[in-house]
């Protein structure tokens, strides 16, 4: 999980209140719970992590990437592959 800081979040006034219903703190809360009754490894990625931006084949880093592209293309390796599913394989990598 990604860690989020929800109160600068909240003083953004055309998220604010998206945020205020969704109820995130209870969600993660929740969600630690749960992977301590089941013996799962929570971990927070920091907020800072490229997890978008890196190839999940070798490893290149992108410089830029709009939240336009939602197909990551390597330069290096030439992977094409969805923008989403490459994050989170690389956040998988990063827990272990």
């Known amino acids: ?24 703190y209870e969600f993660k809360r929740q969600l630690k719970y749960k992977c301590e009754f089941y013996g799962i490894k929570f971990v927070e990625a920091d907020k800072w992590y490229p ?3 890196i190839c999940s084949e070798c490893g290149h880093k992108k410089t830029k990437l709009s ?26 990598r990063y827990s272990a």
């Open 51 to 53: 997890s978008s931006k």
């Open 1 to 24: 999980m990604e860690t989020l800081n929800i109160k600068s979040m909240m003083k953004n006034r055309h998220l604010s209140k998206a945020i205020a219903q969704q109820g995130l």
């Open 67 to 92: 939240l336009s592209e939602r197909t990551y293309i390597c330069e290096k390796c030439g992977l094409v592959i969805d923008r989403d599913f490459n994050a989170s394989i690389n956040l998988s």
